[in-house]
RNA sequence: GGCCCUAUCGUCUAGCCUGGUCUAGGACGCGUGCUUCUCAAGCACUAAACCCGGGUUCAAAUCCCGGUAGGGCCA
């Protein structure tokens, strides 16, 4: 077997199969070989793995590349398609693989099986129930040439199996060490239905050697895969690449995230209103870390800090918390030009916002006084509905600060609109200035505790919100404008009449 | 069932290779306090872990052996 040691370049893949949503596994494994392969000034490419016809779909093609280009992962190869790359597709390449198929065939190195499923299962129960593991036990190796034949000529229906030599298969893992499997248990694989059809093993093997592929970083749902591979390589006199098993982003109940529990599409995270940085942060902590105490890093700081063997062995569970408070961190430091246009779409879905309602330096503000309470875009909507509203809709006794009763409630309001509607410089200092010495005096006037803001201030930010929890009355006073500020306290009042 | 992988706070992890500086560090989350009209944000502080059992050694989270548990793959 050729020794990869002529490697000029480095060269990884991602290969997913496009018979569901892109995973948000796929992205991170994505990840590890775009930073791997950026830092060693190698190139990444994206393969689709679309030789299983009946389960493979054109738009879930669609959505691995649209959404591995929302994360950032661009790949540097493929067919050009008016000046971008397109993917590779294993279904555009079965020419190819039929004639390795044929080589094998030819070398005797794998055959025609014409057992039946029904044969398979009743020998697999067989073996079972004497406790052995179960695996193909060789019957079409026996066929002579001329029973094959015919067979063939008969349209017996038929796979390629490929044999199995019994040895130990040992190889370097970058992450793992030295791993070693016995390949006497495997049993003769099938890598083929037909000439036409090759099955995923198979392709794998030929596209890595085609692609020359010099490290495959995946996942470690692989790692018991690779032998069959490595025989298969061996086959067909390829070098053997550099592997590299990633640990497996697990559910809380630490089994692998399945679409069992929980979001695992890419889509699911945009569509939440995630921030690819914020997620690319997150996927990169999940099994790997700096050895130093950062934890926060962009895009191009990973390629030049990333390094494969900090990355963990065991599984990482995916802790949603940790990626709220990253996409919280990411969203405070967005400028608010481009937070504003972040999160127009989500207002807009909500049916808050219609076009041309609402000024654009007014809808920055908006966005600029909820932003510290965002996790992700899509909570804008509830954070700040009420600015997009002509009349609040909400409990009044919401509008009560501790005990102090409607009328108590009423007084103060009133106080806040007398203020108010004398103010002439409607500006956020001037609100703040002018309400905190009202509160004073309005305390001092009832007998309140001098220092508790709370008598004035609660009815009104509830009555300009109509929430318990808002950005401050002066910031949406501010907001609203002197007009529609004392309209709402105006409607406030009305409830507690 | 067979094979393989893994094992430090609830979670992500540092430390393990090259035993002592580990009364085990950081982050998320939790709790408390400060700030404060509310909720956030910010700041400060607290609680929280070496899977178990042997062995080696003056000394083990770190090395060795054996269990156990979890996970993956094949069927």
Redesign the pocket.
């Known amino acids: 077997m050729k020794k990869n040691t002529d490697i000029k370049q480095i060269r990884t893949r991602i290969a997913p199969s496009p018979t569901g949503p892109a995973h948000i596994g796929t992205a991170r494994t994505a990840l590890y070989n775009y930073l791997f392969a950026m830092q060693n000034n190698g190139k990444f490419i994206l393969r689709i793995e679309d030789t299983d016809t009946q389960r493979s779909e054109q738009k879930w093609t669609d959505e691995v590349l649209s959404e591995l280009k929302w994360v950032g992962i661009q790949w540097d190869e493929g067919p050009d398609i008016g000046g971008d790359y397109g993917p590779y597709k294993q279904s555009q390449r079965l020419d190819i693989y039929e004639k390795y198929l044929k080589q094998l065939l030819e070398e005797k190195k794998s055959y025609h099986c014409f057992c039946t499923e029904e044969e398979?299962e009743n020998k697999?129960q067989e073996q079972?129930s004497r406790?052995?593991?179960?695996?193909y036990d060789g019957t079409c190796t026996r066929l002579t040439a001329e029973e094959i034949e015919e067979k063939i000529k008969n349209n017996t229906p038929s796979v390629i199996r490929f044999k199995i030599e019994n040895k130990k298969i040992k190889f370097k893992d970058l992450i793992?060490?030295d791993?070693?499997?016995?390949a006497a248990?495997?049993?003769d694989?099938?890598i083929a239905k037909n000439l036409q059809t090759p099955l995923y093993h198979f392709a794998v093997v030929v596209d890595d050697f085609l692609m020359q592929i010099s490290h495959v970083i995946r996942g470690?749902?692989?790692?018991?895969?690779t032998p069959r591979q490595i025989l298969l390589q061996e086959a067909l006199g390829f070098y053997q690449p550099i592997y590299a098993h990633l640990?497996?982003m697990?559910n809380?109940?630490?089994?692998?995230m399945?679409k069992r529990q929980g979001d695992v599409a890419i889509s699911d995270y945009h569509k939440n209103g995630y921030l690819p940085e914020a997620l690319i942060n997150f996927m990169v902590?999940?099994?790997?870390?700096p050895?130093t105490?950062k934890?926060v890093f962009t895009l191009s700081q990973l390629i030049k800090e990333f390094t494969i063997d900090?990355v963990?062995?065991?599984?990482?569970?995916f802790?949603i918390?940790?990626l709220?408070?990253l996409n919280?961190?990411y969203i405070?430091e967005k400028s608010i030009e481009k937070l504003t246009e972040l999160c127009v779409p989500y207002l807009k879905e909500a049916g808050l916002l219609v076009i041309g309602q609402m000024p654009q330096n007014k809808l920055q503000e908006v966005v600029e006084v909820s932003r510290?309470?965002m996790k992700k875009l899509s909570d804008i909507v509830e954070l700040a509905d009420f600015f997009f509203q002509d009349k609040l809709i909400f409990d009044k006794d919401l509008l009560q600060?501790k005990e102090a009763g409607d009328n108590a409630t009423k007084d103060s309001l009133e106080f806040s609109t007398k203020i108010l509607s004398e103010i002439k410089n409607w500006e956020l200092k001037e609100l703040e200035e002018e309400m905190?010495s009202a509160?004073e005096k309005f305390n001092l006037k009832k007998g309140y505790p001098e220092?508790?803001?709370?008598y004035l201030?609660?009815p009104?930010?509830v009555a300009l919100s109509g929430?318990?929890?808002?950005?401050?009355?002066?910031e949406i006073a501010n907001i609203y404008g002197k007009e529609k500020t004392l309209k709402f306290i105006e409607n406030a009042i009305k409830m507690l009449s």
């Open positions: 398979l697999r079972l406790g052995l593991a179960p695996k793992r060490g791993v070693e499997f016995d248990l495997l049993g694989i099938v470690e749902e692989h790692l018991s895969n640990p497996l697990l809380t109940d630490k089994s692998k399945s902590l999940l099994g790997w870390n050895g105490e934890e900090k963990q062995k065991a599984g990482a569970v802790n918390q940790r709220d408070f919280g961190l405070r510290t309470r600060w905190f509160s220092k508790n803001k709370g201030l609660w009104l930010r929430k318990k929890m808002s950005p401050s009355p002066f």
